[in-house]
């Protein structure tokens, strides 16, 4: 996943929780009160300020050791802060809802159901185009974009 800090003077800071080190993970975990990375994730695509706050704050602890949590903050968060799912994290999500589709053989409309939210949660939209060709599901693309001509 990809936090995306707007800094102050308008320049775009893109940090990887694929970066994180086993122990920073854990450190986010301790600083949620707890909450199991698996949460964190889902917080983080939900936008949650704490989970935001918390990914930034491991990555500025780097360079400030003594860095607490509870005295770091990012003003005007909503504005600046955003999580966005990788191509990776795309191809995981649409892998596992083709797997849990095929026992119901109704992968396609599960897909088209689950798309917009992928596309709004994407770093770059275009990959989730990409991840359903990657599947064999390409012309749930093209049928996307005809319907829209």
């Given amino acids: 996943m990809i936090i995306t800090y707007s800094q102050a003077d308008g320049t775009v800071e893109e940090l ?19 909450a199991q990375w698996q949460r964190i994730e889902a917080l983080l695509q939900l936008q949650d300020p704490t989970a935001l706050r ?4 491991i990555f500025r602890r780097r360079a400030q050791p003594d860095l607490a ?17 990788t191509r990776a994290e795309i191809e995981d999500a649409l892998t596992n809802l083709m797997r849990q589709a095929l026992s119901t053989r109704a992968e396609d ?9 992928l596309r709004t949660l994407a770093q770059d939209p275009a990959d989730v185009d990409a991840a359903l060709d990657g599947l064999g599901k390409g012309h749930l693309v093209h049928r996307r974009q005809d319907s829209a001509d």
């Fill in 69 to 85: 949590f509870a005295d770091f903050d990012v003003p005007g968060w909503r504005r600046r802060l955003r999580a966005r799912i």
């Fill in 16 to 34: 990887s929780t694929d970066d994180l080190t086993a122990r920073e993970a854990a450190d986010i975990e301790a600083a949620m009160g707890g």
């Fill in 109 to 117: 409309t599960q897909i088209d159901r689950v798309t917009p939210h």
């Fill in 54 to 57: 918390a990914t930034v704050w």
